[in-house]
Nanobody, 126 residues
Framework: QVQLVESGGGLVQAGGSLRLSCAAS????????MGWFRQAPGKEREFVAV????????GYADSVKGRFTISRDNAKNAVFLQINGLKPEDTAVYYC???????????????????WGQGTQVTVSS
């Protein structure tokens, strides 16, 4: 079983930057699509970014495109999210996600992922 643990969240002023990390354990996941979701208080989970294993395909939500960058290091079983130009509306718990190759569905659908981390809090002050 793959387990995901996020880190790197914190409190930052608007316009600042953070780098979130996700460490995976319990197996190799080089063939897993991995990504990030976020959930603000009172809101549903929102897709943020995804990175596939095959050719390094990446995808982003329109709200973060140009500010967020997802990357992965399969040798270290790690995924990262570089966040620049933080806005107050980015405040949320950020979750690392993964899905094995048998899972189907859109990358922006939270139900298409079978592994979730516990989340790391990102708070952006205005």
């Amino acid at each position: 079983q793959v387990q995901l643990v996020e880190s790197g969240g914190g409190l930052v002023q608007a316009g600042g930057s953070l780098r979130l990390s996700c460490a995976a354990s319990g197996g190799t996941f080089s063939n897993y699509a991995m990504g990030w979701f976020r959930q603000a208080p009172g809101k549903e989970r929102e897709f943020v970014a995804v990175i596939r294993w095959s050719v390094g395909f990446t995808g982003y939500a329109d709200s973060v495109k140009g500010r967020f960058t997802i990357s992965r290091d399969n040798a270290k079983n790690a995924v990262f999210l570089q966040i620049n130009g933080l806005k107050p509306e980015d405040t949320a718990v950020y979750y690392c996600v993964a899905r094995n190759p048998t899972y189907t569905g859109g990358y922006s659908d939270p139900q298409s992922y079978n592994y979730w981390g516990q989340g790391t809090q990102v708070t952006v002050s205005s």
